[in-house]
């Protein structure tokens, strides 16, 4: 037992526990903030797999721009308060659910963990986002293309279908 | 390397059954789209773990877990819009009462 599997283990829990509470907290906004620090976790092992710019890359989306979205759509619908009881927060279905989600997790752990994988120890090159900068307008330039617009349109549709229509408008565009 | 392969595999199974259990379990709109969140890191954190042990010189494995993400950004972007945009509609974004197809 090294330093480093303590880190790992720390994240690792740091992780999982959050991500737990952040599907079974009865709060949405604790929810938001649970899952902020889930995928801070999760920013953490990238870190430790030595993929230092994808560890970046999360921060910013997700721990930055994902979880403001995600606050203000909790704030934007009143976190569901005024149309729920605190005990309804789950369906009639959520012990269905569990079954399901524990019957998957069984056969993940008892399938993923134990097959041979051909592990390969090698460093990783020092030029590693170098590397990957080439490849995004090298090898991988047209799935880069296709990425962008396919941002261009997520933001035009986001801002189509959200933005608030006045008086009048339904029937001009009717 | 220190650590074995199987730990981030672990970690990364049980992140995505969290993430399913709040897909299945919330009624809440937004909570089933954390639960999306959730299962999504779970699938990159396994994409960038196989890199790392499998193949770490090439750079391959790394673009596959950036492009996941830019793809989860766009799916939160549009869903939580969506769900506003519902919310505007109808005043409440429990997912068993958003039935408007059905009646």
């Known amino acids: ?174 | 390397m220190a650590i074995p392969l199987s730990w981030y595999l672990i970690v990364a199974a049980v992140l995505f059954c969290i993430g399913i259990y709040g897909v299945l379990a919330r009624r809440n709109a937004v909570g089933i789209l954390m639960g999306v969140e959730l299962m999504l890191n779970a699938v990159n954190i396994n994409l960038v773990a196989f890199w790392r042990y499998l193949n770490p010189t090439d750079v391959s494995g790394q673009a596959f877990a950036l492009f996941v993400l830019v793809v989860a950004a766009a799916e939160a972007v549009v869903g939580l819009a969506l769900i506003i945009s519902v919310y505007r509609n109808r005043g409440d974004i429990d997912a068993e009462n958003i039935n408007l197809l059905k009646q």
């Not at chain 1, 037992?1 to 959050?18: D, E, G, N, R």
């Not at chain 1, 903030?33 to 994808?54: C, E, K, P, R």
């Not at chain 1, 009639?92 to 524990?102: K, R, S």
């Not at chain 1, 994988?117 to 991988?140: C, K, N, R, S, T």
Request: net charge negative; proline share 3%; charged share 10%.
């Open chain 1, 1 to 174: 037992m090294t330093l480093t599997h303590i880190i790992f283990i720390v994240f690792a829990a740091i992780t999982l526990l959050s991500a737990l509470f952040c599907v079974t907290t009865r709060n949405m906004f604790h929810a938001a903030l649970y899952l902020v620090i889930s995928l801070f976790g999760v920013a953490a092992t990238f870190a430790m797999l030595d993929a230092s710019f994808l560890a970046a890359a999360q921060l910013i989306v997700y721990v930055g721009a994902v979880a403001i979205l995600i606050i203000f759509a909790v704030m934007l619908t009143r976190g569901g308060a005024g149309s729920l009881p605190a005990k309804q927060q789950f369906n009639t279905q959520a012990g269905l659910a569990a079954v399901v989600t524990v019957v998957t997790l069984f056969i993940l752990l008892r399938v993923v963990p134990f097959f041979n994988y051909p592990v390969q120890v090698a460093a990783v090159p020092i030029d590693i986002v170098e590397q990957l900068g080439q490849a995004l307008v090298g090898d991988f330039v047209l799935p880069f293309e296709v990425a962008s617009v396919l941002l261009l349109a997520a933001l035009i549709g986001a801002i189509y279908i959200a933005r608030e229509r006045r008086k009048g408008e339904e029937v001009e565009e009717g």
